[in-house]
């Protein structure tokens, strides 16, 4: 699950990139940002705890 995430969390920045730099940077663009930050904290948090 925690490697899905990570996957998850690439593909979201990813995404946000291409969209910021390619496309108009709408609010939503900003918001896969976030949900993507956040997917990487929590994998990372859970990963520590080994």
Do not use: C, D
Request: aromatic share 10%; net charge positive; glycine share 8%.
């Amino acid at each position: 699950m925690n490697n899905l995430l990570y996957i998850i969390a690439v593909i979201l920045i990813i995404g946000w990139a291409v969209g910021f730099f390619v496309y108009s940077a709408t609010g939503l663009i900003h918001v896969l940002l976030v949900i993507a930050i956040v997917a990487i904290l929590l994998n990372v948090i859970r990963g520590s705890r080994i």
